[in-house]
């Protein structure tokens, strides 16, 4: 049986194209379990915290979550409709590309490409900034770390724990899909139960005697003085509100990586979209009850806001939990972000070879290189990680490489989906087993909307240099274009094309041993 699906998962990708080069390992669990990873509501549900609850209190975190949730799930499903039908590692750039044309595919692809490197990279910075120094050393240990006094150390202690953080991270994926699948499932399991614990441990160990649930629906202004400066002064509570939604922004992303990881995931037309949308509705739901937790645990919310980007800190520390559990589940945050930063570099490797193998890369025999032995794309994963560095050396790095992942990913996710509403009934007629049906047009427009308020979240001060680098993108990659790269790039391959793939397809999987 297993035989017969791996057949027919080979057949399909034949049908698109491509030759299988990478090793299909991963199981329906897997690849749910590898965007659940990236999306991490223990990762930028708690170090973005203060984006939300220090613009409009708790309101602003709940509801926001609530709103910007809702929003994401919608995404996924539009996302996984289209992967149904087109199961392809390279996943948003072939979409857009059959749907709207090599033009729009290859605009994806540097869009979904650059925010994956900015996942990647903003989600090791926080390792080390908030959850390993931050929370594990500074608050838990008090300040020492294996007899050093960590409030000595400088920048450069950073710098030193993110390479090591990478090159590791870049080892498990270059050795296999294997070890990576395995640890991504593990964090899938860990990650919903440290997020139990946690909760539970909240309400326990909470200072507060009773619990005022109209905190959650209460929205008071915390911008500028008032939440420690965190989100820029401003009279007009929607336009707050709307700020803080770059919290949810940020930590509900990086679900494309089952689209990304379609021809390493059996059954993928299958797997894949459930992996989508299945990742983002327990990532929001659970999410849900956690910042509830934060808000109603807090002894006051005003002493809270007026941490600035310590109000989770100050909720954490009034705790009266035990230092065991304390320290367990500070560990445990350390453990389930590293593997958040995997799984983003397995993603982002993948996009880098499919997008090669395409002739979209400078250079791209040398990003689309698969190792015949490990069958992994081991020099785009290596190239991942030295971009995903340089990124993490600029000054302000620690909020604005977290909203530009964000920014860029939501606006390559939009792309396909637009197109295919477009596309749907005309070129598109044939789709795979996951399927909207009627609600398909009015989900894609839903979702569509839904894009551009979140990306829009991420380009208003403090940062407006994602506005200006968004706008900058916009401006010379169809410059680029016209320069020469339309008559050099072929993109995905359609009609005649793949026909004459067949054979060349057949010789490269001769490499290969299943």
């Known amino acids: 049986m297993a035989d017969n699906m791996q057949e027919k998962d080979k057949q399909v990708l034949h049908k698109l194209g491509y030759a299988q080069e990478l090793s299909r390992r991963m199981s329906g669990f897997s690849n749910f379990a590898i965007s659940f990873s990236i999306i991490c509501i ?18 602003g975190a709940f509801v926001g979550w609530f709103v910007g949730g809702l929003f994401a799930l919608l995404v996924s499903l539009s996302m996984g409709q ?3 039908a087109y199961p392809t590692a390279g996943g948003l750039y072939h979409w857009g590309s059959i749907l709207g044309g090599k033009f729009w595919g290859w605009m994806t692809a540097w869009f979904n490409m650059l925010g994956l490197v900015f996942v990647v990279s903003s989600v090791d910075v926080y390792l080390y900034v908030v959850f390993f120094k931050g929370l594990l050393i500074d608050t838990v240990l008090g300040g020492q770390f294996l007899g050093m006094d960590a409030t000595l150390w400088t920048i450069n202690a950073q710098h030193i724990f993110v390479i090591i953080a990478l090159v590791t991270q870049a080892l498990l994926n270059h050795y296999g899909i294997k070890l990576t699948t ?3 499932d593990f964090a899938g399991y860990f990650i919903l139960a440290l997020t139990v614990v946690f909760i539970v441990a909240l309400f326990a160990y909470s200072p507060v005697e009773s619990l005022e649930f109209s905190r959650l629906f209460a929205f008071k202004n915390y911008t500028g003085a008032a939440g420690g400066d965190v989100v820029p002064a401003t009279s007009s509570m929607l336009l707050a509100f709307f700020f803080g939604l770059i919290y949810v922004m940020y930590t509900i992303t990086g679900f494309d990586a089952s689209g990304h990881t379609s021809e390493e995931t059996h059954d993928a037309q299958v797997n894949v979209p459930k992996g989508m949308w299945t990742s983002v509705f327990y990532s929001w739901t659970f999410g849900l009850v956690m910042v ?35 320290l367990t589940l500070a560990v445990g945050f350390v453990i389930v972000n590293y593997i958040c930063a995997l799984a983003g570099l397995t993603s982002t490797s993948r996009m ?14 040398f990003f689309g290189h698969i190792n015949p032995v490990t069958r992994t794309p081991t020099y785009a994963i290596w190239v991942a990680i030295v971009l995903a560095f340089i990124s993490t050396l600029y000054a302000d790095v620690f909020a604005l490489l977290a909203t530009a992942c964000a920014v860029f990913l939501y606006i390559s996710y939009t792309i396909p989906v637009i197109a295919g509403f477009f596309a749907e009934g005309k070129t598109w007629t044939e789709k795979g087993p996951f399927t909207l049906g009627a609600w398909s047009k009015p989900v894609a427009i ?6 551009a308020i979140l990306s829009t979240t991420g380009m208003v001060p403090p940062f407006q240099r994602i506005f200006y680098l968004t706008v900058a993108m916009v401006v010379i990659l169809p410059i680029i274009w016209v320069a020469g ?14 026909q004459e793939r067949q054979k060349m397809i057949a010789e490269i999987e001769k490499k290969y041993k299943d």
Do not use: H
């Open 42 to 59: 223990l990762a930028g549900g708690i170090s973005n915290f203060g984006l939300a609850f220090n613009a409009t209190g708790g309101g």
């Open 182 to 184: 395995m640890l991504t």
């Open 292 to 326: 509830a937790a934060f808000v109603l645990t807090m002894p006051n919310l005003d002493e809270a806001a007026a941490t600035g980007w310590g109000s989770f800190t100050y909720m954490w520390s009034a705790s009266g939990m035990p230092y065991a559990l304390a």
């Open 82 to 84: 289209i992967a149904s």
């Open 446 to 451: 839903v979702s569509a909307i839904g894009v």
């Open 352 to 365: 880098m070879y499919a997008f090669a193998r395409d002739g979209g890369m400078p250079a791209s025999k």
């Open 485 to 498: 790269v339309n008559k050099s790039f072929e993109g995905v391959p359609q009609g005649k094309k793949i």
